[in-house]
């Protein structure tokens, strides 16, 4: 079993934050959670609807400055010394060669959330640019698949279809329904 959980943001969202307050109250008691996020909304709260993480209990947040080059080495440093078994991103899907450089070449191991519908993203852009862009994420995200542990679907269609466009195993891929806060 996993004992040691780190979950890496780029920065808050609300839904991000839902999200961590539910895992802190399904995750039994001897696992410890972390967060390895990075100031990149810093002084944007007001204008970009951004807040802090506030109301985790269990969760140890670290900080870290934003800089994309360094947040690979940083992230992978905090894993080593935090003895973190498995690394899960709370945001986009990606971020996924972030988990990967943080846990290639060691016993850890990365989970991807795939928060979006990501076979048909390129329809719901307006530019061919877009949608190319959209197209080639998809297609990038193939090796970040391949070398995940397990992968979540928001998407209950997508977690069907995904074991054959990523050429992968029916076990690697599931469908978990991102929590929403239902009392606001």
Same mark, same amino acid.
């Given at each position: 079993?996993?004992?040691?959980i780190c979950?890496f943001?780029v920065g808050?969202?609300f839904?991000?934050?839902?999200r961590?307050?539910?895992y802190?109250k399904?995750?039994?008691k001897?696992i410890?959670i972390f967060l390895?996020?990075t100031?990149?909304?810093q002084?944007k709260?007001? $204008?970009?609807? $951004?807040?802090?993480w506030t109301g985790?209990k269990?969760?140890?947040?670290v900080?870290?400055?934003?800089?994309?080059?360094?947040?690979f080495?940083?992230?992978?440093?905090?894993c080593k010394k935090?003895?973190?078994?498995?690394v899960i991103?709370?945001?986009?899907?990606?971020?996924?060669p972030?988990l990967?450089f943080?846990?290639?070449f060691s016993?850890?191991?990365y989970?991807l959330?795939?928060?979006?519908?990501?076979?048909? $993203?390129?329809?719901l852009?307006?530019?061919?640019?877009e949608?190319?862009n959209e197209?080639?994420?998809?297609?990038?995200?193939?090796f970040g698949?391949?070398?995940?542990e397990k992968?979540?679907?928001t998407d209950?269609?997508?977690? $069907?279809?995904?074991?054959?466009?990523?050429?992968s195993?029916k076990?690697?891929?599931s469908?978990?329904?991102?929590?929403?806060?239902?009392?606001?």
């Open positions: 079993m996993k004992k040691r979950f943001s808050f969202a839904n991000r934050l839902v961590l307050r539910f802190e399904i995750f039994p001897e410890n390895f996020t100031n990149k909304y002084g709260e007001k $204008q970009a609807y $951004q807040k802090e985790l269990r969760t140890k947040i900080y870290v400055e934003y800089d994309l080059i360094k947040t080495f940083n992230l992978r440093k905090f935090n003895k973190i078994d498995r991103n709370l945001g986009f899907h990606t971020s996924w972030i990967f943080s846990t290639i016993k850890r191991d989970c959330n795939v928060l979006t519908d990501i076979f048909k $993203q390129h329809y852009v307006e530019t061919k640019k949608k190319l197209i080639f994420t998809l297609l990038f995200l193939w698949v391949f070398f995940a992968i979540f679907f209950r269609l997508n977690a $069907q279809r995904a074991p054959t466009f990523f050429v195993e076990e690697k891929m469908w978990l329904a991102a929590p929403v806060d239902t009392s606001m």
